[in-house]
């Protein structure tokens, strides 16, 4: 299977872009993905995230292969009832916490990481969305340090982390020796660039930690499929970062 783990659905309030079913289905008819993972992009903006959420639960309910990550404020005071709410929602298998976005210290996380494991939901730990040079110069949002993010799926080895949008020269031989033997971290692919970068991430972490992100609508989709098709790349290693990483990451094989 091939399985976008990084598409979202509304409008961003700096471009003129916009995610909508149709267009999702659209872009997914033309790569051959089989499946996606889908979040909110004005749930970034909300400090309560629960209307947009309940806007993209209705958009994607009934859709077989479109699965929420509904995105969680981590300051709100009910954060972790909050997400055995959304649990019980059948297409939630991730939540999406944006520390940047939300203003609060990546070792929250560590707070609701019981909370996921026994509902069997995989956190998906926002680093950026955009390049920080790209951003308004009133609206700068800084990213989520990586190290931090890692050291949250050192502490909660029971549950399942995803960190999106690192960028390739984030992933040194330090962290990346520290990512490598994690078996609840993986990392989609949707903002690492430059020549061969997957490849270079693949000798980093290993292929079973790559995912399948395009960053849809907000990024041109296809960039994000042809980078897995690098000279560097087994067959094997193909189908482990387009879908196979994924199915175990977010747990969509149960």
Known sequence: MRIDTAASLGPWPFRNVAGTVRGLAAM??????????VSSLPALFHLDPAEANEQLLAALKGRRHLWAAPVVNLRLAD??????????????RAVRLAPGFHSYPVSRVSEVCEALA??????????????????????????VPIAEAVAVAESAPQTR???????????????????????NLWLD?????????????????GA??????TSWPFFYARGALLKTQEEGLSPEDV???AGG?????LGLSR
């Open 245 to 249: 990483n994924a199915e175990r990451a």
């Open 161 to 183: 982390l995803v960190i999106a949008a690192a960028r390739s020269w984030e992933l040194g031989t330090d962290l990346a020796a520290r990512i490598r033997p994690l078996p």
């Open 118 to 143: 026994e509902h069997d939901l995989t956190a998906i730990i926002q680093l950026r969305v955009q390049d920080e040079r790209s951003h308004p110069a009133t609206t700068f949002i800084p990213p």
């Open 79 to 92: 954060a972790a009832a909050y997400i055995e709410e959304l649990a019980q929602h059948p297409q939630v």
């Open 208 to 213: 079973d930690k790559p995912l399948l992100a």
């Open 28 to 37: 997914m008819r033309e790569l051959g993905l089989d499946g996606a993972v």
């Open 239 to 241: 189908l482990a970062i």
């Open 189 to 205: 692919i949707s903002h690492l660039d430059g020549l061969s970068c997957l490849t270079r991430a693949r000798e980093a972490v």
